[in-house]
């Protein structure tokens, strides 16, 4: 009903005056099927893209999602995003301290800090490193807009737009002064996004979505690091991951397929 | 950072590619005929207030004046001054910088890059909108838009802040003008249409110049700073919601 | 059209006597001996020599026939039909009477003539000969008569030949549609004639064949493909009965099924604007005004440009006329005068004027017209109304292969100066000249239509016009506000079936994908009760 009310609010300033530049005695409509309804379909999605906007810690995630559109507008999904190869935090140095670079796809830092550590002197927080590792949690998605467009006005494209919130819980580590990588705990993560779908087919979409993932970090560097002085960092760390995604869809309505003969 | 950019341009190229794939047709026909919305020959002003996104150091809050001109619908140039009402450094600066105070101490310019910050621009754009559409609302009501992407060249003036040490352990900030540089721009938006002329551009622009940097450095352990020439392109990425009006 | 024939066997005999004297030694072996090799330009002259100068008539005979043969297998189809129809109007006597028949119906659907050579064949119609023709040949035979003698409205003996088609015949399914229209056009008569049981009949009749054919399909895509093989243009068939099915519902007041069925015909496939005109009809006559204009909208959308619907307006109009919105009616009206009524007369300058038939067909034989052409007058929705005709496209096919074969015969190095080329290059341009003259009655008939139907419908126009101003001078008196929009209040917007349907209100622009989608909702401005 909320939406319903925000829709015609929207509407409404939208219209005012184009309503007004038609014949008062009738109104047009179009109602027209949605080529691509989502409605009960399961949607099975392969993501990848990178993490912007962090000053000092660069990411590259991939992942999958499962989602279940309960009718056009509401869907739940779950999803795990994954930075480092999981279960698995490569060979041990020291106690808690792993070497690994190889099962850690885009986990680095920036140039930034390189010139701060190394040109300024200078330390980000620990807090400001911690990094995701692997993420799993459960959304809630909201698709309250369809769009269509003409490409140079010769060919037709349909997409929606959807807003996702939801939470989870995932493992971050950060690498400290030694460049070796610190496990620095589990984390209830809560997220936040936004993105679109554009449907190729009934079956297939490609989705581009903008998610930011949230924790209260909070990093000790271990006591056998070198330099360390065991201080810990407290921070709210925000990775705004932009990912790609191929969604196979599955279910759902399938379109009346009156055969005939032309 | 660099990886963002990437990423919106390879975004934008998807959406174009995807749209194309999806339904190219051979023939002439058009999707859309006798547009509500067209954007020939409009002339349109915009006001347009700005904030800068993934600052690494520095924040900016701005208001630009522009005034367009499109040939055809998907065809436009655009003229545009604007001014920083903030601009300056993120809090991130200072806070690493108390931390590690005795390490940078004495150092005036610090080796870092992106320090500088915009204080005005004025550029040219060209902008093409391949795609025009409608949005429908919970399928109960609907608006126009204009996806459109947009690139072009200026000037923009600069400053960053250098150090002061009135002791060993105390530093002040102090602004520094960085003078005037060539900048580049691209990025991407949508435009939702209003009726009677009006329309929200809400857009996406990266704006970046190449700067040299006299900057000084200490080594680990070292008293006396040393110089350190940096080279680099500034980024700042904008989002702008722009207010418009076409006159014709 | 059998003008066309006369001519042609005038050209060949007045040719025979100077040739007959030449009493050379027969050439009939060596013709078909270079006919068996498949040099068939060295055949036709040998043939033509032995057809002009044997003395044994066997001879003659065969030379005519096999130089018929040639010139077809040589592509040269109008040259053939010269022969064949020799061969054919000889009759029965001649030993290859049957083989030209065959001969003349392969020309027809190389040409693509269904008028010349199937009125030909009627004429020469010999049953008792023809039982021993091949069933196929003969089916075809029986088709392309039938066909021609539904054109003449003689639809009793058309149905006599269409029923004669075998089953197995390619032209099975052509016969049985052609065979349910004539019942649909019976039904028409009846209803005029206010016998609502034969109409009834006849239209039941008609669904049943059209569902026949559609039958041939097995209602699967596998056994469809075996149709599509098997029968000529099925495909285009189906869609075409599925049309008439809607329309035979139409014609038995069934608006319900007619719908059912004209929703049923694909969007912007060639029979959507005629499928959405009429569905316009059956929505009006279901007093679902909103979806008639609805359909109606989208016709008048710009992807229908320049489409000759005159009677769509004067629909529009009835339907604003039945919801008491007159100024939109009126608007409707006066829709129909400017971009139709205002044709009347050039129109009448045109078909009354002095112009001989062959000036008129540069309408659909030329691709771009010269402006002091008095067809470059004629205006574009009637041109493409008239361009649009499947028989413009034979026409154009006809026109096409006449001046390819005009140049194949200047070419041939074996007939260089020999007298075939000469006589195959006459038959050519009288075809040609005739050919012309066909085409330009053709546009002139077309014209002509056009003409009545936009004058017919101008009486229709004042009726309705006068209807307005009498319910207005009602309203007045009956205290009413003469503007719609101070009489009642606008109907509410239609209702979105369920989520998965999207709503987009029309502003103006024309989506394709929205096309044929379209729903009014119109002020309920008619007076309830009298003041």
């Not at chain 1, 047009?28 to 893209?49: M, V």
């Not at chain 1, 739940?76 to 935090?89: D, G, I, M, Q, V």
């Not at chain 2, 060209?126 to 690139?151: Q, R």
């Not at chain 3, 506000?481 to 979105?496: C, D, H, N, Q, T």
């Amino acid at each position: 009903m909320k939406t319903k009310a925000l829709s015609v609010i929207v509407a409404v300033l939208l219209l005012a005056s184009v309503a007004s530049a038609q014949s008062p005695n009738e109104r047009i409509h179009a109602i027209q099927k949605r080529d691509y309804s989502i409605k009960n379909k399961l949607e099975l999605s392969i993501f990848a893209g990178p993490s912007v906007g962090d000053v000092f810690t660069q990411q590259i995630g991939a992942g999958l999602a499962v989602d279940y559109h309960f009718d056009e507008a509401f869907a739940l999904e779950l999803s795990w995003l994954t930075c480092k190869a999981p279960f698995y935090n490569g060979s041990e140095q020291t106690t808690g301290q792993f070497e690994g670079d190889g099962i850690r796809w885009g986990a680095m830092y920036t140039d930034a800090y390189d010139e701060v550590k190394n040109d300024a002197q200078l330390s980000p927080s620990n807090a400001d490193l911690a990094m995701i590792t692997n993420y799993v949690g459960m959304n809630v998605q909201f698709s309250p807009l369809y769009g269509k467009w003409a490409l140079f006005n010769s060919s037709l494209g349909h997409a929606d737009f959807y807003v996702t919130a939801g939470g989870g819980v995932a493992g971050t580590e950060f690498r400290n002064s030694r460049k070796l990588w610190q496990d620095t705990g589990t984390y209830f993560v809560g997220n936040f996004g936004l993105g679109f779908r554009i449907f190729m087919a009934r079956w297939f979409a490609v989705r581009l979505e903008v998610r930011d993932y949230a924790f209260a970090a909070k990093v000790e560097e271990a006591a056998e690091a070198a330099g360390s002085t065991g201080a810990v960092s407290t921070k709210i760390r925000n990775t705004l991951f932009v990912t790609l995604g191929l969604s196979f869809l599955f279910l759902g309505e399938e379109p009346v397929q009156i055969w005939s003969p032309y | 950072m660099r990886y963002s950019r990437l990423a919106l341009t390879f975004v934008t190229i998807c959406c174009l590619m995807g749209s194309a794939i999806q339904s190219a047709k051979a023939d002439d026909h058009v999707v859309v005929a006798d547009r509500l919305y067209d954007m020939a020959g409009s002339l349109e002003i915009t006001l347009t207030p700005t904030m800068s996104i993934f600052d690494k150091y520095t924040k900016h809050v701005a208001a630009s004046v522009g005034l367009g001109y499109y040939f055809n619908d998907y065809l436009g140039i655009e003229a545009e001054g604007g001014y920083a009402f903030i601009s300056g450094d993120k809090k991130l600066l200072d806070e690493i910088l108390r931390v590690g105070v005795d390490n940078v101490s004495g150092i005036e310019r610090l080796p870092l890059s992106d320090l500088k910050h915009m204080t005005w621009f004025a550029s040219g754009s060209v902008i093409l909108n391949p795609l025009y559409g409608k949005i429908s609302l919970s399928a109960e009501s609907d608006f126009n838009f204009h996806f459109y992407l947009i690139a072009g060249a200026g000037v923009a003036g600069f400053k960053y802040s250098t150090l002061e040490w009135p002791t060993a352990s105390e530093f002040r900030k102090v602004d520094k003008d960085a003078g005037m540089k060539p900048t580049f721009h691209f990025g991407g938006g949508i435009r939702i249409h209003f009726p009677k002329g009006f329309s929200l551009r809400i857009e996406l622009r990266d704006q970046f110049s190449y700067d040299e940097y006299d900057a000084q450095t200490k080594s680990e352990g070292g008293i006396t700073p040393t110089e350190k020439k940096i080279t680099d392109f500034i980024h700042i990425t904008t989002l702008r919601f722009g207010v418009c009006y076409s006159f014709l | 059209m059998r003008a066309v024939i006369i001519a042609l066997s005038i050209s060949l005999t007045a040719l025979a006597p100077n040739l007959a004297k030449a009493q050379a030694p027969s050439p009939i072996n060596e013709a078909v001996e270079a006919y068996n090799s498949n040099d068939l330009a060295r055949a036709a002259k040998l043939f033509y020599e032995t057809k002009m100068t044997d003395t044994v008539a066997a001879n003659r005979a065969k030379a005519e026939y096999y130089l018929a043969h040639s010139l077809y297998k040589m592509g040269l189809y109008q040259s053939a039909l010269a022969y064949y129809n020799a061969v054919f109007v000889a009759g029965p006597a001649h030993p290859y009477y049957l083989k030209a028949a065959e001969g003349l119906i392969n020309v027809a659907a190389a040409l693509k003539d269904d008028t010349l050579i199937p009125s030909q064949i009627n004429k020469f119609y010999n049953s008792q000969a023809f039982a021993r023709m091949d069933p196929m040949a003969l089916s075809r035979i029986n088709f392309y008569v039938g066909l021609l003698l539904y054109r003449q409205e003689k639809f009793g003996e058309s149905m006599a030949f269409l029923g004669a088609v075998d089953a197995k015949s390619p032209v099975f399914a052509k016969s049985l549609f052609l065979q349910a229209i004539i019942h649909t056009k019976m039904g028409v008569r009846y209803n005029l004639a206010r016998d609502e049981a034969r109409t009834q009949a006849e239209y039941d009749k008609a669904i049943a064949l059209f569902e026949q054919i559609i039958d041939l399909s097995g209602r699967t895509e596998e056994k469809a493909k075996i149709a599509i093989e098997n029968y000529d243009d099925i495909q285009r068939l189906w869609q075409l009965c599925t049309l008439n099915l809607a329309r035979s519902f139409y014609g038995k007041g069934d608006y319900s099924r007619a719908v059912q069925y004209y929703s049923r015909i694909p969007r912007f496939s060639k029979d959507w604007a005629d499928a959405l005109f009429e569905i316009g009809w059956a929505y009006y006559m279901r007093q679902e005004y909103g979806k008639a204009l609805g359909a109606l909208h989208a016709l008048h959308s710009p992807f229908f440009k320049d489409l000759f619907q005159p009677e769509s307006w004067i629909l529009t109009a009835t339907i604003y006329f039945q919801v008491c919105l007159y100024d939109e009616s009126k608007a409707a009206l006066n829709y129909y005068t400017d971009h139709y009524e205002k044709h009347l007369p050039l129109l009448k300058k045109l078909i009354e004027g002095s112009l001989p038939n062959e000036a008129f067909a540069s309408l659909l034989l030329k691709d771009k017209l010269d402006p002091k052409d008095p067809m470059a007058q004629v205006p574009v929705s009637i041109r493409k109304a008239i361009l649009e005709n499947p028989r413009v496209e034979n026409f154009r096919h006809f026109l096409r292969s006449l001046e390819a074969e005009a140049i194949a015969i200047s070419q041939e190095d074996e007939w260089k100066g020999h007298r075939l080329a000469q006589e195959l290059t006459g038959v050519v341009n009288v075809q040609r000249t005739l050919l012309q003259k066909t085409a330009g009655g053709f546009v002139k008939a077309n014209l002509r239509q056009a003409y009545q139907t936009i004058y017919g419908f101008v009486s229709h126009a004042k009726m309705v016009q006068l209807e307005i101003t009498t319910k207005e001078r009602l309203l007045v008196k009956a205290g009413y506000p003469i503007k719609a929009e101070l009489r009642g209040k606008l109907a509410p917007r239609p209702k979105v079936p369920d989520e998965t349907y999207n709503y987009w209100r029309f502003v103006k622009e024309y989506w394709e994908d929205e096309l044929g989608y379209y729903e009014y909702t119109v002020r309920r401005a008619c007076p309830k009760t009298p003041k």
